[in-house]
């Protein structure tokens, strides 16, 4: 046996220090003892997972897991519960959901009357002048008939008597129409030789009265009004209230497992705050949006878009959004043949179809995505139509349709052929559902209306959401939606033949979102390297039972590898 020469113990010196100098680094925080549901279809399974600078280190077994952990390591013992990637929320909008918060909420309100009260305190509370708002009405959901009403719309008259001094402007839970009283009205200089702007309608009765409900757009000069009053405070003042709305809805983000929002429309100014949070570290969740203007206002301001991955990415835009219809409680979805419940009408055309046009291809120039609001099988043929001719020899270009809530069934196969996704929102189907086939007859209804089996079956990607604040932001309920396609308080079902499967409404809900977003890659599964985005349920929600959904408690929010919330 030869002798080791001096060189040859020198250089294995040298590789011993260097093997200790280089040890693997110790994971900042382990989950132990879960059930975890990772999305990666290569390893579906795992009851553990390390994390490391805000980023997945390994997902694995107890015992390889508790082998990275080292004297700093924060464990969290998941006493076998259910770990998945946190969810994606993959249309709503953010600083109304917060801004919802301060306002008055109505989406859980019986009767006109219980409305009326509500503002009769809040209008107590504030000086006169002082504009009242709030959002989330459905005459559909009155369980008390209205003495005074029209087309089952209560008159204004009785409110604005009560309220001489305070203007009222409150939303419809579609969002697509609005009840003001006489002061709101004044301010907005309308009166009853005000004709109907185009894609609008001012309801009046068979005498030519205005009720106070105004439709579409004829809801601008009203919320017009609104903001310049607003614009008369200073900018401090609005700023600090901005700020507050965001933090109010991150923080019931949080409390409902939701570490990704998918904005579905801000302005450039509200972008710019939303780049400047990021960039301070600000943001405690993860923020994608869609930028909402007129093709006017957009076509030389986009220079700095897309902004990506902002403040390690915390904040992305890269998104347009338009829309081409209103909503189908409201009668504002456009349709191809007339409502069953409304003679000759088929809805409204809010967009001119050539200012869509005008988006799509800024849309391409830019390389971002389009996302249009459809709703009527009308408005979701002409939102195709518009994709396919501008997206042709693209494969990968991940526009959506917003909604994609009433379909012609020839349409539905051009999802997949065309690679548009399907962006749905599972708790609209169900929230809708004591009136949808009133408007549409059964035949439309059952063939068309919210066809996530269809459109899945057809191979096209779904994405998911609430709509948020027009629904409740919790994905537990949207969900619980997806899966059952019934009402939690009445269990009145709709076309259930429809309804996705647990693992399919799990993957929209995460990586299908992800994908919807260019984002596959960084979050949606609890995958190696990936974003350390996670949340621990108390119920399974692959295997326990329909009802166990709804009662599901979110015990962990886990964004960035950081707890921001714990139940
Ligand atoms: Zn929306």
Redesign the pocket.
Known sequence: MKLLSFQSILVYLFLIVLSACTEAPKADMIILNGVVATMDTQQPKAEAIAVLKGRIMEVGDNASIKALAGPKTQTIDAKGQFVMPGFIEG???FSMLGKNKVDLDFLKATSWQEIVDQVLAKAATLPPGEWIIGRGWHQEKWLESIEHQHGGYPYHDDLSALTPDHPVLLKHAS?HSSFANAKAMESAGINIETPDPAGGAIIRDNNGKIVGVFEENAQDAIQKAHLDFQNLKNEADLLAAWHHTIELAQEECLQKGITSFQD??SSFSEIELYKKMAEANQLRMRLWVMVRHSYKEMKDRLDDFPMLNVGNHFFTCRAIKTEVDGALGSFGAWLLAPYDDKDNFIGQNTTEISEIQNIASLAKRKEMQLCV?AIGDRANREVLNIMEANTLGKADHRWRI??AQHLHPSDIPRFSELGVIASIQGIHCTSDAPFVVKRLGVDRSSQGAYAWRSLLDSGARIANGT?AP?EDVNPLLSFYASVTRKRADSGMEFFTEQKMTRQEALHSYTLGNAYAGFEEQEKGSLEKDKLADIVILSNNLLECADEEILSTKVLYTIVDGKIRFQG
């Open positions: 249309h709503g909008h969002g579905a429309g609001h917003e909604h709509d027009v």
